[in-house]
């Protein structure tokens, strides 16, 4: 089995759990280590996870987990800016995700009705 193939089987993305770490660590108060795996989880989302947006709702989760993160590690030293921009970002993948959802849905009910108009 390859790395893709198991990265693919975690129940989250690569990316998501380091993130996920990184928010505890600093939520715990260990800062180094918190820093260390918040950018690894920035670097996974960046090449593995982001490319995969569209397929799974799963890769949503890294942008929110990164702007939590952030805000745990940087505490009152939060630059504002950043912390903006993880918002950002995570609103426009939220918009994306949603956007594939409606989209979807739409497609479903068209479809339905194709289905009943040749029933007919």
Do not use: C
Request: glycine share 4%.
């Amino acid at each position: 089995m390859n790395l893709q193939n198991r990265l693919n089987s975690l129940p989250l993305p690569a990316s998501a759990i380091a993130l996920l770490t990184a928010l505890v660590l600093g939520t715990l108060d260990y800062q180094a280590a918190g820093w260390a795996l918040f950018a690894a989880g920035v670097l996974a989302w960046v090449k593995l996870d982001s490319k995969q947006l569209l397929k799974s709702d799963r890769y949503g989760l890294p942008p929110a987990l990164a702007l939590l993160a952030y805000a745990a590690l940087a505490g009152s030293n939060a630059n504002i800016a950043v912390t903006f921009a993880l918002a950002v970002h995570a609103l426009v993948v939220f918009l994306i995700l949603l956007s594939r959802h409606l989209s979807e849905d739409r497609t479903q009910v068209f479809s339905q009705q194709k289905g009943i108009s040749q029933r007919i």
